[in-house]
Nanobody, 127 residues
Framework: QVQLVESGGGLVQAGGSLRLSCAASGRTFGSYAMGWFRQAPGKEREFAAA????????YYADSVKGRFTISRDNAKNIVYLQMNSLKPEDTAVYYC????????????????????WGQGTQVTVSS
């Protein structure tokens, strides 16, 4: 089992940056592809970014491509989401999630494929 704890959210002005962190428990972190999702009030939870279990492959939603970067440190059991050039429409609760993977280059954009979720961290971007 994997437990995930997000941190790093907060209030930032449009154009600013934040770095979210997601710390994972357990010794099998390297067996999981990791993803970041977000949910704005009144909206469905949506995919933002994902990385394969070795970090070699990443994928982004069009809405964040070029502004967000996902990375991971398997030695520290942490996955990051660097968010630059933030916009008010990025305001949401951000969740990290773990998807058990038997393939080193596997990742998923589908929320139902993910096995474990963190509790979320709020990101608010003011205009």
């Amino acid at each position: 089992q994997v437990q995930l704890v997000e941190s790093g959210g907060g209030l930032v002005q449009a154009g600013g940056s934040l770095r979210l962190s997601c710390a994972a428990s357990g010794r099998t972190f390297g067996s999981y592809a990791m993803g970041w999702f977000r949910q704005a009030p009144g909206k469905e939870r949506e995919f933002a970014a994902a990385t394969s279990r070795n970090g070699a492959r990443t994928y982004y939603a069009d809405s964040v491509k070029g502004r967000f970067t996902i990375s991971r440190d398997n030695a520290k059991n942490i996955v990051y989401l660097q968010m630059n050039s933030l916009k008010p429409e990025d305001t949401a609760v951000y969740y990290c999630a773990a998807d058990f993977s038997r393939s080193s280059d596997y990742l998923s954009t589908v929320r139902y494929n993910y096995d474990y979720w963190g509790q979320g961290t709020q990101v608010t971007v003011s205009s």
